[in-house]
């Protein structure tokens, strides 16, 4: 940054302002000359103007009230007050009010005048520069945060992506599931549903929610590895296929992976045939032990496969299917969860009436 070095001298006195040139001449100043307030501010709106040198006693218009002018053309101007010592000590307190940078006295000392006229000079300068730097900041900080924000887009846009492919792969490894089992493919719909409705009945965040229920429709995925004339038998399964059965759930966990995004899935996976009592399979897991999305799937998968007809079996009435899940609850089912299933469930069944 070009440093400003333009010097306005103000004195109603030619030969104090001519003087006072002629003091400066061989200094780094353009100095401009005024012999009035009024000429001083024409001076002003022309050039670039780093430091004033003003004369108190001037007819018209007096120092200070120059100033004061001076401070609305340009507060940044260094402004330096030029009197004589029988004057000074009724002026101090204007001084301090308008906050100029500093004053001389007539007849003043060379030396003291060049210094403070440098010093002013600098001040003015670190006082420009650090203008400037703090509008670049905010500029640049303003710049930032648009490109935070367009970042945090880009995140936002391809994070829903993700997710939707996510998604949509959970749903193909549903289908292919149920496609072996005879389903057509709503079972796994009815299933996020109720799973979602207990989650939230339970005051889940949102998110949670919506991970366990749409994990959920991946329970069964480790029937692929089951044989179909199993999966689709009418009649009752002797030991080794019931025993054969039972490893779809070890099976899912494996399809599933070790990655962490898929913990909760191989969760449900592994553990939706557990019972609260510890006779369930592959684990015979008991209470709490069992992880809690497995204990939530539980319930939603049972009331779905009792609801609807299946190959070895047909559709029970709806109050029939509570019935036996009330039967159920703190045997084969957490007895908390259930309680806010049924609650839903009943909610649901005024809604209908």
Known sequence: MKKNNNLLLVDDEKQITNSLKRLLRKENHSVYIANSGKQGLEVLKNFNIGVVISDLMMPEMDGLTFF?????VDKEIVQILLTAHATLDSTLASINRLNLFGYLTKPWSVDELKNTISKAFEHYNLRVENKLLQKLTKKQN???KEINKELENKVRRRTLLLEEALHEGIILLANAAEAKDGYTGEHIHRIHALTLDICIGMGMHSHQSERISSFSMIHDVGKIHIPDFILNKSEQLDKNEQELMKTHTIEGEKILGVKSFYMIARQIARSHHENWNGSGYPDELKGDKIPLPARIVAIANKFDDLTYKSPYKEAWTHERVL????????????????????KIQKKKAMRMI
């Open 142 to 144: 303003k710049k930032l």
């Open 323 to 342: 019935e036996e899940m009330k039967r159920l609850s703190g045997s084969k089912f957490d007895p908390e969860i259930m309680a806010i299933f049924l």
């Open 68 to 72: 004061e002018y001076v401070q609305k």
